[in-house]
C-alpha cells in the first residue's frame, strides 16, 4: 500500500514542477516494479493508495460520522505552525521545537481547526496499553507519558475587586499555602484585558506568540513574565498574590493559570529569584536523609506540612486529601483528573491532501456532505507552488450549494493531516475490493494484526493515531478488535554516512543498480545481515558484496553435489562419528534459525547461523553414499532456512536438489531431535594455541580420556615430540590446547 498523500510528495513535486497527483502516481509505478522485483510476495489483489477517490472517500465518510456523533469539532485554536511547510502540525509533530519534516522553529498562531476528540478515549488508550505485551515497554512507556494522566485539584482563586474566579489545577494541593504568586498564559483572556494600556505587557505577549510551542522548549527556555497588576485572592487564607503573565504557563494545559510556590517547584523558584517574588517554605522533610536548602534549589520532594495553618503536621498524602475536602466543601474547589493529551487537529493548510467534507454555509453554519455526495474529490489539474494551497484560489472548488437550505455556501479548503489516512489502511487491506462501505466482516476475520513493524518516532504519532481510530471504527460498529496491533516490532532507519536516508533529504540508495548489477536476492540478503531488525543499518556496498559471495558459495557447493550424481536413502543408525557430527550440526542450526526467525526476529544471526553451517559442510569431504545423504540433506535444510531471505536462488537449488514442488509451497523444515544427541564430539586439538589436529571422542568422555586422545593425536604428537607437557586446557565441547 502506498501513504500517498502528504507534504514530502507536494514539496517534490513543486521542485519537479509537475503536479503532486503525477508525480506520486509516477512514483507508486516505480517502487510497485522494484517491490516486485525484489520478489517480495505481497497479495497485490490488496493494494490500496490513500490518494485513491476510492480509498479516501471512505475516511471522509467516516469523518461525517463522527462529526455528527459529535466526536469531531471546529475551533480557533493557538496552533504550532510551521512556517517552512506554511501549515499547522499537531502537538506530536513538534520534536524539540521544530517541524518533524521541515525542521523549521515552529511558531504559535491563532487559525480555525478541526479537531477529533482523542481525549474522549484518554483513559481507555493509557488502560489498553496494560493488554499490549508483545509491544516494547519502551512504546508503551512513551504512550503512557504522552497521555500524561494526573490526579490533582482545581481550585477558585478569587480576583480582587471582581466577582469572577480563576481557576487553577494543580497536583500538588499540600503546598497551597506556600502560593506567592500566580501566573497565567500569555493566551489566558485575563492577560489580554490586563495588558490594555500596559504597552510592556502586550510587547510580552506578542513576543509569546512568535517563540516555540513545544514543552521541551518552555522547560529549558529562559522564564520570562510581566505583572499584571491584578491580585489573586487565596482560597484558604484569603491573602492577595501578584497575578504575573509567564511564557511557562501553556494555555492547553488545565486551565491556563498555575498556583506558583517557589519554595516547592524549581520552575517557580527559577522565575520568583529573578523577579524578586516572595518564597515561602510550607513543606518540611519527613526524614533527615532529606535536605532543604532553600538558598540553593526549591526543595520540590514530598514531606511534612508547616506553616499551613489547620493542616500543618500533615504528611503531604494526608494533606491533599484534607485541603481537598477542605475545598469542596468550602465550593472552591473539587478533584479532578488531568491529562497532557491534547485534542487531536486534524486541518492542514496545504493542497495534496483529502479534502475535508464540510460545507461552510452563512445560515446553517458548519455541514457535513451528504454521503450520496462523497467523495468530495481533490481537483488534480493545478498549479502547485510553496506559498499556501491552490484550493483556497479555486472558485469551482469552493463555491457550492447547502445541503441544508439550498443556499450559497462555500467548500472546506483545508485538507486532512495524512496521518489521518494510515491510521486505518491496515482495517482497508482486509477488503480492498468493496465498494459500498468503508469495512466488511473480513476486517474481523483478519484483524488485529498478528505482527506489526514500524519504526519508534511514531510512538505517539502514527501508532497512537491508529490505535484511536480502531477504538472510532470499533465504536460505529465496523469491527470488533479493542486494539489493532497484537505485537509490535520497531525497526532501525537505513543509514547513509551516519544519517538517516530520507525522500525528502534526498540521500537515499536506489536498489536498482545493485539489482541490476548483484541480483535481487544479494540486496536482500544484505539487509537483513547487516543488522538486526530493531536497529539501525549504515549501508556500505562493500556488506553487498560480501553477500553476493556468499550466495556464489551456496551455489557452488549445490551444483557440485548435484554433479555427483544420484543420492541414496539417508540411514540414521550406522553414520560415521563425522557424518553424524555434521547431521548434529544441522540440526542444531535449524533450531537455532527457528528460534532467530520465528521468535526473536533477529534475521542476521540466523543467516550467520547458516554461514557457520556451511563452513562445516565444506569440511566434510566425504563421497560415500551415506556422506552424499547427510550433504543432500543438509543443503535441503540450508535450502530452506534461507528460501524466505533469497527466495529466487532457493527456487532454483531446490529444483536442482530433486524436488519438483516449488519452494515457497514447502513447509518449514522439523528438527530431529535425536540427531541432536551426540554420541561423540568433535574437538580442535591445538598445541601452545595453534591448531594441529581434531580428534572424534565420546560426548559424555571425561577429563583423563579427553587428555589422552588429545595427547595421543598423530599430528599433535609430531609438534610434542620429546617436549615435556607442562599442562592440557579443556574448553567442553569445543577445544583441547596442550601447553608444552
Known sequence: GWDAFGLPAENAAIENKVPPAQWTHENIDYMRNQLKRLGFGYDWDREVATCDPEYYRWEQWFFTRLFRKGVVYKKTAMVNWDPVDNTVLANEQVIDGRGWRSGAVVERREIPQWFLKITDYADELLNDLDQLDGWPEQVRTMQRNWIGRSEGVEMHFGIAGREETLSIYTTRPDTLMGVTYV??????????????????????????????????????????????????????????????????????????????????????????????????????????????????????????????????????????AAIGDWLEQAGKGARQVNYRLRDWGVSRQRYWGCPIPVINCPACGAVPVPEADLPVLLPTDVSVDATGSPLKKMDAFINTTCPECGGSAARETDTFDTFFESSWYFARYACADKTDGMLDERANYWLPVDQYVGGIEHAVLHLLYARFFNKLM???????????????????????????????????????????????????????????????????????????????????????????????????????????????????????????????????????????????MGRLDDASGQGRAVMQEALETVVLMLSPIVPHVTHVLWHALGHEQAIIECSWPVVDESALVQASIELVVQVNGKVRGRISIAADAGKAAIEAAASGEENVLKHIADKPVRKIIIVPGKLVNVVI
Open 183 to 320: 501566573a497565567v498564559a500569555p493566551e489566558h483572556p485575563l492577560a489580554s484585558e490586563a495588558a490594555a494600556g500596559k504597552p510592556e505587557l502586550q510587547a510580552f505577549i506578542e513576543e509569546c506568540r512568535n517563540s516555540g510551542v513545544a514543552e521541551a522548549e518552555l522547560a529549558t527556555q529562559e522564564k520570562k513574565g510581566v505583572d499584571t497588576g491584578l491580585k489573586a485572592v487565596h482560597p484558604i487564607t484569603g491573602a492577595e498574590v501578584p497575578i504575573w503573565v509567564a511564557n511557562f504557563v501553556l494555555m492547553a494545559y488545565g486551565s491556563g493559570a498555575v498556583m506558583s510556590v517557589p519554595a516547592h517547584d524549581q520552575r517557580d523558584y527559577e522565575f520568583a529569584q529573578t523577579n524578586d517574588l516572595a518564597i515561602k517554605q510550607v513543606i518540611h522533610p519527613a526524614s533527615d536523609a532529606q535536605v532543604a536548602d532553600l538558598a540553593t534549589a526549591a526543595f520540590v520532594e514530598k514531606g511534612v506540612l508547616q506553616d499551613s495553618g489547620e493542616f500543618s503536621g500533615l504528611s503531604s498524602a494526608q494533606a491533599f
Open 474 to 616: 470499533r465504536d460505529e460498529g465496523l469491527l470488533d478488535p479493542d486494539e489493532p496491533f497484537t505485537c509490535l516490532l520497531t525497526q532501525g532507519m537505513v543509514l547513509k554516512d551516519g544519517t538517516k536516508m530520507s525522500k525528502s533529504k534526498g540521500n537515499t540508495v536506489d536498489p536498482q543498480g545493485l539489482i541490476d548489477r548483484y541480483g535481487a536476492d544479494t540486496v536482500r540478503l544484505f539487509t537483513m545481515f547487516a543488522a538486526p531488525p530493531d536497529q539501525s543499518l549504515e549501508w556500505a556496498d562493500s556488506g553487498v558484496e560480501g553477500a553476493y559471495r556468499f550466495l556464489k558459495r551456496l551455489w557452488k557447493m549445490a551444483q557440485q553435489h548435484v554433479a555427483g550424481g544420484a543420492v541414496p536413502e539417508l540411514h540414521k543408525d550406522g553414520l560415521t562419528d563425522r557424518q553424524q557430527a555434521l547431521r548434529q550440526r544441522v540440526h542444531a542450526t535449524l533450531a537455532k534459525v527457528s528460534d532467530d526467525v520465528g521468535r526473536r526476529y533477529t534475521f542476521n544471526t540466523a543467516i550467520a547461523a547458516n554461514m557457520e553451517l556451511m563452513n562445516e
